[in-house]
């Protein structure tokens, strides 16, 4: 069975850091890259990076330094630490693994950033 559990998201204030974390099930985390993704209101979901299962990260262009992704393979979670957070990061971020497919997801967890 696959779990995905994402939680740690919130308000906060512009300028402000959230880590958010996923907890996996075993069959999708052990040995297999992981990726955090986020949808904004009225946008398509993008991928924000992955990690691999050995700890390699990539993330995409326009994270530019404030987004860090980091695992641990011995409680199957991973990581998202926001920092510098923007009005325009709000949205759901969700996890996923490159072992899930067909794609399914968890429930998400909603970052609103807002004074």
């Known amino acids: 069975q696959v779990q995905l559990v994402e939680s740690g998201g919130g308000l906060v204030q512009p300028g402000g850091s959230l880590r958010l974390s996923c907890a996996a099930s075993?069959?999708?985390?052990?040995?297999?890259?992981m990726e955090w993704y986020r949808q904004a209101p009225g946008k398509q979901r993008e991928l924000i990076g992955t990690?691999?299962?050995?700890?390699?990260?990539m993330h995409q262009n326009f994270v530019k330094g404030r987004f860090t992704i980091s695992r641990d393979n011995t409680k199957n979670t991973v990581y998202l630490q926001i920092d510098s957070l923007k009005p325009e990061d709000t949205a759901v971020y969700y996890c996923n693994s490159d072992r899930n497919y067909p794609r399914t997801w968890g429930q998400g967890t909603q970052v609103t950033v807002s004074s």
């Open positions: 990690i691999t299962s050995d700890g390699w990260v």
């Open positions: 075993g069959n999708i985390f052990s040995g297999y890259g």
